[in-house]
Structures are given as structure tokens and as C-alpha cells.
């Protein structure tokens, strides 16, 4: 049975439409990310997932009930991570948890129990006491994700966990995830719109863009999925032949996309292919700082599917 | 059951969380007190208003009761405000949270803090020399009518707090809704001495009502009719806008 299925899902805000017929499921026990810029409609996916927005149309399954006809029933048996931390920030990391097993109705030892466990599991022992306005960034982050888990769901829902986190609270936070997914026997969605992080932490992944799903399947499958290998050519600072570059690298190649002050290709062979485009650029006039080729990343998969650099989307992306 | 529990929660760690501000606990005490010793200075040369009594501080102790619970209510949407910027309102709402509890433990919690103040104030009238003429029902009457002026105004302020959603918009409304309310009603000067046009307002405002039950009960302690009508209306309207903040919530909701 699919721990999550969404089908068609459709969402407008005003005049943005967040979601445009979104589709996608997920395997029980899985770890899946929904990986897109901001803007591209994984928060809100999410929302709909969680009950806490309806969609205008389509369906969504959770744990095997619909959210739209039994969302008490859907609450019970998820986990829900906010981008934003909800955290009660004048109460102690312990009372949050207790607070949160109790409106999923836990109480007495058992609810302590679970709690002591939970402290223990997410490193927040020593400072279960304190008052959580006192906390760090990552400390608050996995005090959420404790929160997420006291009722023991089936599926836990972490929307852009490692957001604002520094690197290395990242990196303690994608260990948690890994562990998580082993021990606590949980289907985790995952967003991000860290190519990395779900590169490293999901079994399968999703792209979003513009509100629907461009491409869905192992990051080795997508990867495998594009053929041949991506050329980077990169020319000095600001030098305006950038245009330059791309027209010569897309005659060539048949297709380039300008990122930064690289402009990107995938051709078959990549060794063959160089002295070919050098001497092309040369003939043009352009001048070139270096050139890279590579097998195809995540990221060339993210471009692929969208047409544009992630990298790029990504900065023009609303919230 | 499941929201009398939930709700039970919510007002246990609202309480909490304030006990945890030794600044909000002073003022709390400090404030009722401040204002019931300088309105009665200020006013003291007025002398007597009530029908039966010579001081102006047995007048006016019940007057502060119901403005203190009446601002406390109008204020605490305020709280409102804050969890939704923290973001805990969405954690509540993604887990199978009986949805009014949200609401409702906040207007408890704010009839619970006025009926805390009004006991405070009323220990504090006694030393002044205030007599509760109502003896241990006039006490009930005083202490409802201070409850239920918190929890009117309290769902009021939450609905405006969902709508608002900024503490800027929330200061504005209540500010230009609660300063009108309060000079338009017997809490500093007796009905006799008010203007027509202000007497005929008066008539309709909440506070009033609340003002009328808690003095009838302090000066007079007898007579009960008018004040078990006045209780009977507060609480009518206690519902209303109860209804109103829930409403405002499931627009909140809607808008997420």
C-alpha cells in the first residue's frame, strides 16, 4: 500500500496557482523528496497533505484515508514539520512534547516515557528543562522534529528541515533523518530545495515546478535518465559574451543554458566534444576562464526537467 | 470530554508560560491597584455617587473591577497574535487539536486573570474601608460579572486578532474601541450625573452592564433583578462572541 498518494491536485492563490495538477505517491517505509525551488508548490503540498489547507480539486491519501472526508483521522497518523519552527518558546523542550502527546490524547507514564525517549533521540537531554526561547536554531529544529514524532505517526511530514540551519547543524540534521528512517519504522516526505540533501537522503524524489511534478524516480534513475554528459564553460567576470557563448555552445550541442557566468550543455561524449566547442568560442571571440565536463548531476536532471538552472530559479523564487 | 481536555491544556500552559514573566505577574497586581488608587485621588473632591454610601472609593472599587476585566479582555488577543507568529497555532492545527479548545482556552484564560484581579482589588478596597454590602453572594456577583466582561471581550479581541493578524492593527483597534467604551459608561461617574446622549448609550454597553452588576452588588446587596439581567446579557453576548473568534478562526484557516 502507498503510504502517500496525491492525485491532481489543483491550488490558487489569488492569482498565483501554487498547485497545477500535482501527482505523485509514495511507498510505505519510504524516504521521498519533493525537491523544487521556493514558490514551486512543495509547501503547499504539504498543507493539503497535513489537512491544513483544501485543494481546489484532486485528492490526496494519507496513511490510507482521504484528507478531505476524514482529516482527524490523517492527523492521528502523521507527523507534520513545518518550514517554520513551531516551537512554544516559553515552555521547556519537555513541555512541548508533553503538550503535543497530550492533545494525541497520551498521558500518564506512558506519555513520559515517550517523551524521556524522544529527548534522548534527538539530543535535547540536558536541556530538556530550559526553556526553549533560550535554544538554538538546530536545537529548536530537532526539538520540532520530536514534536513531529511523540504519538509515534506512520508518516512524518519535514518540510525544508535543514532550512536556516547552518552547515554543520545540516549535516546533524541529515544524520537525524537517516537514523529516524531506520529506527522509527516511518515513511518520511521530505522538501527541500537542497539538490544535495535529497541526493543524500531520499530513496526517490520528486521535482516540482510551477505546481506539478516534471519528474519523479531514483536520484540514480533520473541521473541515468539524462544521456551523455554536461559541459560547463565559464568565461571571465562580466565580459557581455555571455550570449555569445551560449548561441556558439547551442549550434553545437543543440542546447545551453546560461547559470551565473557559466554556460552549461549536455552533449553525448564530453571529451570529443571539447576541442569542438573551443575552437569554436575562439573563432567567436569569446573568451573562456575554464571549461569542466561531468557525468550528470542532480542538478543537470533539475535543469533538464525545468529548462532553467536551479540555482538561478531558485533566487527569483518567492516564498 | 475531548474539549474540556484539550482546553484544560491549553489554559494550563498559557498560565504557565505568563507565570513565567515575573514582569506580567507584577503587573497583573500592580496595574488594578495603581488605578484604583489614582482614580481615587483624582476624584476623591466628587464625593459621594452611590445612593446608599458616603465614599467615593466604595463607588468606585467595583467600577475598577469591571474596567480591569473588560481591558484585560480586550488586550489578551494579543496572545493570539504571538502563537500565530510562532507558528504554533499550524502545529495545533496539523494534529487532531479539537479546533475550539484553540479559542476558548484563551478566553478562559482571560476570564480566569480578571477574576484573579478583581479579588485582588476588592482585598485592597477592603483596607481602604470598602464594605461589600452583597456579603459572599455580592462577592460571586462582583467576580462573575468580572469573569464574564473578560470573556466578552476576550472572544471579541481573539476574532480581531485572526482578522488583524499584526499587533500593530490589533493596538489601533482596541485602543479606538476601548477607550469610548470606557468613558461611555458608569465605571468613573454615577448614571445620574452623565450627559442624555451618553446615558442612552450607556444603556447598550457591555461595560455597563458589568459596571451596574458589580456596584449594585458592592453598594446596594439587594435588589438582584437588574443585576441578574445584566449577568444574563454579558453572558448571551459571551456566546456571541465566542461564535464571532471561532468564525474569525475558521477564516484563518481557510486563508492558510
Redesign the interface.
Known amino acids: 500500500m502507498d503510504a502517500i498518494v496525491a492525485e491532481e491536485l489543483r491550488k490558487s492563490y489569488k492569482d498565483v496557482q501554487a498547485l497545477d495538477g500535482l501527482s505523485f505517491s509514495v511507498r510505505n517505509g519510504e524516504v521521498f523528496g519533493l525537491l523544487g525551488p521556493n514558490g514551486a508548490g512543495k509547501s503547499t503540498t504539504v ?1 493539503v497533505l ?5 485543494p481546489d480539486s484532486g485528492r490526496a491519501l494519507v496513511a490510507g484515508e482521504d484528507v478531505a472526508q476524514h482529516p ?1 483521522r490523517v ?2 497518523k ?1 507527523g ?1 514539520v ?1 518550514q ?8 521547556t523542550g519537555r ?1 512541548n512534547l508533553l ?2 502527546g ?4 497520551m498521558g500518564g507514564k506512558h506519555l513520559r516515557v515517550r517523551v524521556d525517549e524522544l529527548l534522548e533521540l534527538v539530543g535535547l537531554r540536558d536541556a530538556a528543562d530550559r ?1 526553549a526561547r533560550g535554544y538554538s536554531g538546530g536545537m529548536k529544529r530537532r526539538l520540532d522534529v520530536a ?1 513531529g514524532l511523540v504519538h509515534r505517526p506512520s508518516v512524518l511530514f519535514l518540510d525544508e528541515p535543514t532550512t536556516g540551519l547552518d552547515p554543520e547543524a545540516r549535516a546533524a540534521m541529515w544524520v537525524e533523518v537517516e537514523r529516524l528512517a531506520a529506527q522509527e519504522a516511518l515513511t518520511i516526505l521530505l522538501t527541500t530545495h537542497y539538490l544535495e540533501e535529497a541526493d543524500r537522503l531520499a530513496e526517490r524524489v520528486a521535482i516540482v515546478s510551477q505546481g506539478r511534478v516534471v519528474a519523479e524516480g531514483t536520484p540514480d534513475d533520473l541521473k541515468r535518465g539524462l544521456e551523455g554528459e554536461s559541459i560547463t564553460v565559464e568565461l571571465p567576470e562580466a565580459n557581455g559574451r555571455l550570449a555569445d557563448a551560449e548561441r556558439v555552445m547551442a549550434e553545437i550541442a543543440g542546447n545551453a543554458v546560461v547559470d551565473g557566468q557559466q554556460v552549461r550543455a549536455r552533449v553525448p561524449n564530453g571529451a570529443q566534444a571539447i576541442p569542438t566547442i573551443l575552437g569554436a568560442l575562439d573563432a567567436a571571440g569569446v573568451p573562456v576562464a575554464s571549461v569542466t565536463t561531468a557525468r550528470p548531476s542532480l542538478d543537470d536532471v533539475y535543469l533538464h526537467y525545468t529548462g532553467r538552472a536551479f540555482s538561478e530559479e531558485d533566487k527569483e523564487g518567492g516564498a | 470530554m ?1 474539549l474540556l ?2 482546553t484544560w ?2 489554559v494550563v ?1 498559557q498560565a ?2 505568563l507565570g ?2 515575573p514582569i506580567w505577574i507584577v503587573m497583573m497586581i500592580v496595574q488594578p491597584m495603581l488605578w484604583l488608587l489614582l482614580y481615587g485621588q483624582l476624584f476623591k473632591r466628587v464625593g459621594a455617587q452611590g445612593p446608599s454610601t458616603g465614599s467615593y472609593i466604595e463607588f468606585l472599587t467595583p467600577g475598577i473591577v469591571a474596567m480591569n476585566s473588560f481591558f484585560g479582555g480586550m488586550w489578551s488577543g494579543m496572545a493570539m497574535i504571538n502563537d500565530l507568529d ?3 497555532i ?8 479539537v479546533r475550539i479548545a484553540i479559542v476558548l482556552s484563551q478566553v478562559v484564560r482571560a476570564g480566569l486573570t480578571a477574576v484573579v484581579q478583581a479579588c485582588i482589588l476588592l482585598l485592597v478596597g477592603l483596607a481602604l474601608g470598602v464594605r461589600v454590602h452583597g456579603g459572599v453572594l455580592g462577592w460571586l456577583i462582583v467576580l462573575a460579572a468580572s469573569a464574564l466582561l473578560a470573556a466578552v471581550f476576550s472572544g471579541f479581541s481573539h476574532g480581531v486578532a485572526l482578522l488583524m493578524r499584526k499587533q500593530a492593527s490589533m493596538i489601533a483597534v482596541s485602543n479606538m474601541i476601548g477607550m469610548p467604551l470606557m468613558f461611555l459608561s458608569s465605571i468613573l461617574v454615577t448614571v445620574a450625573l452623565m450627559p442624555g446622549w451618553i446615558r442612552a448609550f450607556a444603556k447598550f454597553n457591555p461595560v455597563n452592564w458589568g459596571t451596574r452588576a458589580a456596584r449594585n452588588a458592592v453598594l446596594v446587596g439587594g435588589d438582584w433583578g437588574p443585576t441578574g439581567v445584566y449577568l444574563l446579557l454579558l453572558l448571551a453576548l459571551s456566546g456571541a462572541t465566542a461564535i464571532f473568534a471561532t468564525w474569525c478562526f475558521r477564516a484563518y ?2 486563508s ?1
Open positions: 498543507r497535513t489537512t491544513l489547507t483544501h482527524n492527523r492521528r502523521i507534520y513545518a517554520d519552527s513551531g516551537v512554544d518558546w516559553e515552555a513541555e503538550l503535543q497530550r492533545i494525541h490524547g526553556v514534536t | 475531548q481536555r484539550h491544556w491549553m500552559r504557565r508560560n513565567r514573566e510562532r507558528h504554533v499550524d502545529r495545533f492545527l496539523a494534529a487532531p487539536t484557516q481557510r492558510i
